[in-house]
């Protein structure tokens, strides 16, 4: 009866372990599998909960070595019950759910393969020191499931190198088999996938496109799209580019090849991992570099304050925006979209759009010109920017509850965009608009002044403020709470769904709410 009890605890707790660790994966995938920023949201974020994980140790590790085993599979028996319940919870209010991705499938492997070799080692020799040692690690990594979750990753870290060395080569081979690609890669720290986005429209009038999907802009999404949508029929490559650290746009340059690119933006982004500007600007500007060595053309927009500044230190780029013979003028905006005039040296070519924002103007510029470049006709770019819809998440304008009406930013989290989607709202005269935010995030010692002006523009623009989550809204409260605006329409939330409970008490046809921002689960805390 011992050992019944003994081997089914032992099966209950790994199983249990099992569903913390659905948990674990799901930090994990949502901090790109990196070990240095998952044991942050740890040290961040775990501290309760690890101190109740290592009692939890120290009370199943009690009842087996005193030899209680009816008690010890009791226990267990509970533990599988309350992490069964606490995973299906944590489903169904996660914001961004865990992907069963193949990497994700190999790890739980690797943690279920820990588990069963240790069962065995205490099966076969459970009554020598070795036994009882392979007992409390497998009772010590299936409380203390971070660990699992670490060695997990460890193991299987070599099976990942190996697979995206395999890929990468792949993709590489795919692309030199397709003579006359036209490859063009895009990057900035933000307008890049609203760039990438247009781009593909206007080039679509002329040529067969294929363009990296929804944000793959890493390493491996885009290596993805090629071995899944590059076509003998292909004509032209429209590659984002996405980057946290230096190299990161070399890395898929060197895999892709360039010949023409487009620079959005240079700005705050990801500063925990690049400390400066100078060292996102020379990251971005990897693109120009392969370009160049591809003989081809590098656009960079101006607009982007930060790219003027350090113009000087890449004079080769084609630099487009204010002071250039690129430009736009004559730009009438409104709540249902723009109007301008796109200046091509000495022609001028008059755009409409459904795109809200003056960022979006500077998205549509670059596009454009590249697509001149690339000889798609002017009526051709006329009528595709006419067609353009917000892509989704990207200050959508939309129907929504009772006959209001929805501005969904949810996907953007950047300064500047954030800005231009606050004065979008504030645009809408006569109606009743509310703004629902996390703030702003990775923006490292700017981090704090940006989502304090962040407030700034919620007070001007907005006549109600739902703030969600304490830890990174403190900035923008401090910055509302610095001007005149009524504290009794400043709240504070913990979910997105609280705060959508508090619009809907007064959304009518007469109200407007911005969604700005959605951050996931691991920043929510």
């Known amino acids: 009866m011992e050992l019944f009890y003994i081997y089914s605890a032992l099966l209950l707790v790994a199983a249990s372990s099992l569903f913390s660790l659905c948990f674990q994966f799901q930090m994990l995938q949502q901090n790109s599998y990196y070990a240095s920023r998952y044991f942050k949201w740890i040290k961040n974020s775990f501290a309760v909960t690890s101190v109740i994980l290592s009692l939890l140790y120290f009370a199943l590790t009690f009842l087996f070595t005193a030899k209680l085993y009816k008690y010890f599979f009791i ?30 499938k190999r790890l739980f492997a690797a943690a279920l393969l820990v588990l069963v070799l240790l069962t065995l080692l205490f099966a076969l020799r459970k009554e020598n020191i070795s036994g009882q040692l392979a007992m409390l690690l497998i009772l010590l990594l299936s409380s203390l499931t971070p660990l699992l979750c670490f060695l997990s990753l460890l193991i299987c870290s070599p099976v990942e190198k190996a697979f995206n060395r395999y890929y990468i080569n792949d993709a590489k081979k795919i692309l030199k088999s397709q003579k006359g690609l036209i490859v063009i890669g895009i990057t900035g720290s933000y307008g890049k996938t609203t760039t990438k986005f247009i781009l593909n429209r206007i080039l679509s009038e002329k040529y067969n496109t294929v363009c990296t999907p ?26 984002e580019m996405g980057a946290k650290k230096k190299n990161d746009i070399k890395e898929i340059c060197d895999i892709v090849n360039p010949k023409y690119g487009i620079i959005t933006s240079v700005g ?70 723009s109007e301008f005039v796109l200046n091509i040296k000495d022609k001028r ?96 010692d700017m981090e704090y002044e940006a989502n304090f002006n962040l407030g700034k523009a919620c007070a001007e623009n907005a006549d109600d403020i739902i703030l969600v ?19 009794e329409r400043l709240h504070f939330v913990s979910s997105f769904k609280e705060g959508l409970d508090i619009f809907l008490n007064y959304a009518d046809k007469n109200s407007v709410l911005l969604i700005e921002n959605d951050l996931p689960d691991n920043y929510l805390k």
Do not use: W
Not at 77 to 104: C, D, E, G, H, Q
Not at 469 to 487: C, H, L, V
């Open 75 to 104: 226990f267990a028996a509970v533990l599988f019950v309350i992490r069964l319940l606490l995973m299906i919870r944590r489903t169904k209010k996660s914001i961004k759910p865990i992907v069963f991705t193949a990497r994700v």
């Open 268 to 337: 705050e982004q990801h500063l925990e991992t690049f400390k400066t500007l100078d060292n996102v600007f020379s990251t971005k500007f990897e693109l120009l570099d392969s370009v160049e060595k591809n003989g081809g053309v590098c656009l960079a927009s101006l607009d982007s304050p930060a790219i003027c500044e350090r113009a000087g230190k890449k004079p080769h780029a084609l630099y487009i925006g204010k002071g250039t013979n690129y430009y736009t003028s004559d730009i009438k905006s409104s709540p249902l979209g």
């Open 469 to 487: 989550g304490k830890n990174y809204t403190k900035p923008i409260a401090d910055a509302i709470n610095e001007t005149d605006f009524n504290t």
């Open 214 to 239: 929804k944000s793959f802009n890493t390493t491996l999404g885009v290596v993805r799209t090629i071995r899944e949508n590059i076509k003998p029929e292909t004509q032209v490559f429209i590659c």
């Open 349 to 444: 070519l008059p755009l409409r759009t459904k795109l809200l924002g003056a960022h979006s103007i500077s998205d549509i510029m670059a596009a454009a010109l590249l697509s001149n470049m690339l000889g798609v006709s002017d009526n051709d770019i006329i009528g595709a920017v006419a067609s353009l819809t917000p892509h989704e998440h990207r200050l959508q304008l939309k129907s929504y509850i009772n006959g209001s009406t929805l501005l969904d930013d949810a996907y953007n989290s950047n300064p500047v965009g954030s800005t231009e989607a606050l004065k979008v709202l504030g645009s809408f005269e006569g109606m009743r608009k509310t703004v629902i935010t996390p703030g702003m995030i990775e923006l490292g």
